[in-house]
Structures are given as structure tokens and as C-alpha cells.
């Protein structure tokens, strides 16, 4: 059981409710408090941690916010899976042409712990002697490949990922299954053309013209949790752009 006493100095210019948002999250991500089950309520949290009921009020939403945590009016508040695919698919924009989420398998083509390449690091902010998942993967919809992608994952955040047979190749289910917890998302998105073995790979024409997909997804504390760069070939499928 984690201490439920918030440590506080008068030297902190943290404001109380994001140290009590921090402590929840821990509950979570330590899976004290397990994937759809229940937390105790506001007053008992608030009474638990030492803090006023605003104080606790103001870090559930903010957890809520974040789609860590669901209030049911009525029923309580539960955590939210974050594997489950309602959350997942916020991270991936291919989707069929009215919206839907892509039916895919997943096959990987080569999957190595190394050191970290200067470009792996730039974006993933690591050091050059630490090290990385490297994987590639190919995704196919309706028996076709689509996307050819290159990931690379902090070792540091996936201590022993090398060693799952069956690891996904969700990053929502991995997170969830170290103990991450996973924050915002960002894709830059361009327009390229298939070089020899991305064509045979996505069984095109070499030249042919594929949207190329730059993303990273953050930890909730704002660290890179993985690089991914996609080649994609859209055929009857599109890319959906949110705004919020």
C-alpha cells in the first residue's frame, strides 16, 4: 500500500491537487488499482490523503481529463482500460473510409535490444549509450499489407520487453503492462514515394506514392514512450485528422 499522506515543504511550488493527481496515478499505474474496478470515494480519498475535498475533486477531473479514470453519475468512479479499444485506437489515424477503426494482423519482421542511433535518440531524448526495442513490423488489413512501420521503445521504460514471445504490438497494452502511463500523441504526416524494399514489402511499385507517418506517443509526464515511423499505403482507406 502506498502512502496516502501527501509530503509537502514550503520550498514546493507544485500546487496540491497535481501531487495528489500524481499520487492517484501511481495507484494506477502500480496496479493497486486495477483496469475497470472502482476507487474509493472523493470524501474517503480526500480524508485518506489529508487534503480538502475541492483539492481531491480537482485532481479526479484532472485525472478524468486525461482518460485515466471515468465518473459514472451515480455508480462511482472506475479506471479506465487502457488497453481496451476505445482508448487504443486514439493513437492510430488510418482508418476505414467512414471512420472506423482498421481490422489488422500484425506480423514482425525483425526485433532487436541496441544502442541507440543518433536519430533514435533525438527523438526519443536519450543518450547515445543508452538503449532501445528496435522492431519493424508490417500491418495488413483484409489479408493486404498496408503500413510498413520501424519502432523504436526506451529500454529504460520496457526493461525486458526483448524477452515476451507474444508482446503486443499495442503500445496502450505494453504501457499498461510496465506500468506506463501514456499522455498526449503527436504524427507528422508526409508525402513520399516507395523505395525498392518498401514496395516489395508493401507488394506496390517502387515509386509509388505512400503517405509517411512521423509519431510519438508521451508518458503522461511529457517523456517520449515511442518513436514510430510508418510507410502507408492508403489504397480504399484514409487518414483522419481529429481537432479538439
Aim: one cysteine or more; charged letters at 25%; a positive charge.
Amino acid at each position: 500500500m502506498l502512502n496516502s499522506r501527501i509530503m509537502t515543504t514550503r520550498f514546493s511550488n507544485r500546487p496540491l491537487y497535481l501531487q495528489v493527481r500524481d499520487a492517484l496515478a501511481e495507484r494506477i499505474a502500480s496496479r493497486e488499482w486495477a483496469p475497470g474496478g472502482a476507487i474509493p470515494n472523493e470524501g474517503d480519498l480526500a480524508r485518506q490523503f489529508g487534503v480538502s475535498a475541492g483539492t481531491m475533486r480537482k485532481a479526479l477531473e484532472l485525472l478524468e481529463s486525461e482518460r485515466l479514470l471515468t465518473r459514472r453519475q451515480g455508480r462511482g468512479t472506475f479506471v479506465n482500460d487502457q488497453a481496451s479499444e476505445e482508448l487504443a485506437i486514439r493513437y492510430s489515424n488510418v482508418r476505414q473510409p467512414d471512420g472506423q477503426h482498421v481490422s489488422e494482423n500484425v506480423e514482425v519482421l525483425d526485433a532487436a535490444l541496441s544502442p541507440v542511433s543518433e536519430v533514435e535518440g533525438r527523438r526519443l531524448r536519450l543518450r547515445l549509450h543508452d538503449k532501445v526495442h528496435r522492431i519493424r513490423r508490417l500491418r495488413f488489413s483484409d489479408g493486404k499489407p498496408y503500413l510498413l512501420e520501424d519502432v523504436a521503445l526506451p529500454a529504460a521504460l520496457f526493461p525486458g520487453l526483448s524477452e515476451y514471445r507474444t508482446a503486443s504490438h499495442r503500445i496502450v497494452v505494453l504501457a499498461q503492462q510496465f506500468g506506463v502511463l501514456l499522455g498526449r500523441g503527436e504524427e507528422r504526416v508526409t508525402l513520399g514515394s516507395a523505395s525498392p524494399d518498401v514496395a516489395r514489402a508493401l507488394q506496390v511499385k517502387p515509386a509509388a506514392p505512400l503517405l509517411t507517418l512521423d509519431r510519438i506517443v508521451y508518458t503522461l509526464d511529457g517523456r517520449p514512450a515511442e518513436w514510430r515511423f510508418g510507410h502507408c499505403h492508403l489504397a480504399d482507406k484514409c487518414y483522419l485528422a481529429e481537432t479538439k
